[in-house]
């Protein structure tokens, strides 16, 4: 390994035919928030959590280790950040005597991700330093996440400049390397950071970027979020347009955060009005306008209601530029109120049940203001995705139009299904640290139940057959047989009335999905009335009195955890449960009250009637059993199960035929055409 350090300016020359970049830079919370400087700087030192040979493999081992060290961590106390050690965007002061990691989430450099996908093979590490004594040191990682000691620098005098030149050969498998600052005597600030490389002349054009957000009936989110990109000097530079599709009744431009934003922006901002035809057709519609336009190298998908580090996006879009082939780059997500806490970090498919989730290795739900980089071992592997989702991801416009637009599904799995179809020619997706957005979690939502599951179940049927290489796509058929069962024996009959319009609509087959973008989400809020489950009460004095039928057994309350034996046992019992008639009381007083978090379909099932809380904790269910209800949806769904099954390669074919129609800008262009006008689209274009 070959290091140098100066104390000058002098290693800025670069070799014949090449140019020197800026991949990524120091950078502090733009409005000083202690809530996230742990995201930027790790005042505590190093305590590696366990390796998975010590511990075993499994992810309740893993978290029960690493809660342990939490917890150890906790007693001894944890070091503080001041804000006015923030100087500036770029600028951070260390108080005398103590020691500041930059070994952290938007600070270390991600050398495995550069490594593997990008032309750069070796980084320099400029850090600039004033304060008499101060030293800079510079780690390393492995994929392991043991870390070793690669080099040092101390200021002579009251300033000085530090460049190390790193080589990214070791770092196949993951690692990072970080820089640690050391204030002697007096105060250090570290004025400025760069890792920089150099790169053929003929890679070092930078590409520019439009960015697209769908937004409905969130105003004030949308208008600061267009704040945050228009106050940011650095995405300025590539920055091309910001298009905003409006959907909804509640218009961002009557926010009274807009007006700044619109000023902030200029003439980069157009607002495109048309109707709600879902996430998807409001991303497409960022992707046919991008690509119409004919200006950017990419456009960038970024949801309305995301606070954003507008540094991510400038790096994504540097690392796009400079990997060895065409690559989509997503960002990563973090809890919008748990600001350190990583919600999703790498996301997959699974080939065999084609359900979307964390890629092996990953610990959603980390929370880094507890457990940083440098003490948290599985953040130190390299993690590669089928897809990253669509709060922030940076398609290129030549996959655009090598692959076409996103499919018109409204919403979900529009993200994933364009990753997948990129795969498959060839662009792989990578998504990078340092590059990220916070927003609310999934967790919170109740999408799995309400007039969401339609479009989870339809749009992942619809993905696995484009998809899939297992027949009947792999458990697909079984597993949504399965969970209409557990759905029925739940007294969800909503949303076991949902699931089936949604498996009927993936057999009438790929011709009807533009017709039905418009059409589909108010005919699925009038399915669902006249359901209990579906008819949600927020006024805690109109819940009925709850009334049980009798004790339980020896005191103990149905356990919301149940092993794999006792599942299989209440999953023969339940559904034969079901033949006998409801208790007369239950109709009119629910036997319990179950919160969202305990909500399992085997404690549900015991009761005759329930009051179930939603997961959001805005409303409350009253579940109540009926015999006719279960009897009819069990023969429905056994008919279209036994159909789906026995049609499967005939629909494959079908949707992957259609596959280049329904996503091509033309097709598009028709869905679009009553906002589009006969030369081009209609749209109101904001001056400031």
């Not at 800026?22 to 005042?43: G, H, K, S």
Request: glycine share 8%; proline share 5%; charged share 25%.
């Amino acid at each position: 390994m070959t290091i140098t350090h100066t104390q000058t300016a002098d290693a800025a020359a670069t070799s014949p035919g090449h140019e020197r970049l800026l991949l990524m830079r120091q950078i502090m919370p733009a409005d000083r928030d202690t809530d996230v400087i742990r995201l930027y700087v790790d005042p505590d030192p190093a305590a590696l959590d366990a390796d998975k040979f010590d511990i075993g493999t499994s992810k309740a081992s893993h978290e029960a280790a690493a809660m342990a060290s939490r917890l150890q961590n906790a007693t001894k106390g944890a070091r503080t950040v001041h804000p006015d050690q923030i100087v500036s965007r770029t600028a951070f002061r260390v108080e005398h005597g103590d020691t500041m990691s930059f070994g952290s989430y938007f600070n270390a450099f991600p050398a495995s991700y550069w490594r593997r996908h990008t032309i750069v093979d070796e980084v320099r590490l400029t850090v600039r330093l004033e304060g008499e004594g101060a030293s800079v040191i510079v780690y390393r990682s492995m994929a392991n996440g043991r870390s070793q000691r690669v080099d040092s620098g101390t200021v002579d005098g009251s300033a000085g400049e530090f460049s190390f030149d790193l080589p990214l050969k070791p770092f196949t498998d993951g690692g990072w390397y970080w820089y640690d600052v050391v204030a002697a005597d007096e105060d250090a600030t570290v004025t400025s950071a760069e890792w920089t490389a150099e790169v053929p002349a003929d890679r070092a054009r930078r590409g520019t970027v439009t960015i697209g957000i769908t937004t409905m009936n969130r105003q004030d989110f949308c208008a600061k979020l267009l704040g945050q990109l228009g106050n940011s000097a650095r995405l300025a530079e590539i920055l091309d347009q910001v298009l905003v599709m409006e959907q909804g009744t509640k218009l961002v431009k009557d926010s009274e955060f807009f007006d700044e934003a619109a000023e902030a922006l200029g003439d980069r901002l157009r607002v495109i009005e048309q109707g709600n035809i879902g996430g998807s057709g409001g991303f497409a519609r960022a992707q046919y306008e991008g690509l119409k336009a004919d200006r950017s190298t990419y456009v960038m998908m970024l949801d309305d209601d995301v606070e954003c580090e507008t540094e991510g996006i400038v790096r994504a879009a540097t690392f796009g530029d400079l990997c060895r082939k065409t690559t989509i780059v997503g960002g990563h997500m973090f809890s919008i109120y748990d600001k350190a806490q990583l919600h999703s970090f790498g996301e997959r498919v699974s080939p065999y049940t084609f359900w979307w989730g964390s890629a092996p290795g990953v610990f959603p739900g980390w929370n880094l203001g507890e457990r940083n980089i440098r003490s948290t071992r599985w953040l130190h592997a390299r993690i590669d995705v089928d897809y990253n989702p669509w709060f922030m991801c940076l398609i290129p416009s030549e996959v655009l139009r090598e692959i076409g637009l996103s499919l018109p599904l409204f919403i979900k799995w529009d993200d994933s299904e364009y990753g997948l179809r990129a795969k498959d020619a060839g662009f792989p997706t990578v998504s990078l640290p340092g590059a990220a957005v916070w927003h609310v979690p999934w967790t919170d939502k109740n999408d799995a139940l309400d007039w969401q599951s339609y479009f989870h179940v339809r749009n992942r049927f619809i993905a696995a057959l484009l998809h899939s290489k297992y027949p009947r796509g792999g458990r697909m058929v079984q597993e949504s047989f399965n969970h209409q069962i557990k759905h029925l024996v739940s007294m969800q009959y909503s949303t076991v009335a949902l699931r089936h319009k949604a498996l009927v609509d993936v057999l009438a087959g790929p011709g009807v999905l533009h017709e039905q973008l418009g059409s589909t989400l108010p005919e699925l809020k009038q399915l669902v009335k006249g359901y209990a489950d579906a008819d949600l009460i927020s006024d805690p004095d109109a819940l009925p009195e709850v009334k049980r039928h009798k004790l339980p057994r020896k005191g103990r309350e149905p356990s919301p955890v149940i092993s794999g034996r006792a599942a299989s046992v209440q999953a023969l019992l339940q559904p034969l449960r079901q033949v006998r008639r409801p208790r007369d009381q239950s109709r009119t007083n629910p036997e319990a009250e179950i919160m969202a978090q305990d909500a399992r379909w085997h404690k549900i099932a015991r009761y005759d009637s329930a009051l179930v809380s939603l997961p959001d904790g805005t409303a409350t269910a009253f579940y109540r059993r009926d015999r006719a209800t279960f009897f009819a949806k069990m023969k429905e769904t056994v008919a279209i199960h036994k159909e789906l099954a026995t049609r499967w390669d005939e629909l494959a074919e079908q949707y992957r035929a259609a596959l280049g129609d329904i996503t091509s800008p033309e097709t598009w262009e028709k869905t679009f055409g009553p906002w589009v006008e006969s030369e081009g689209p209609t749209s109101e274009t904001v001056d400031g």
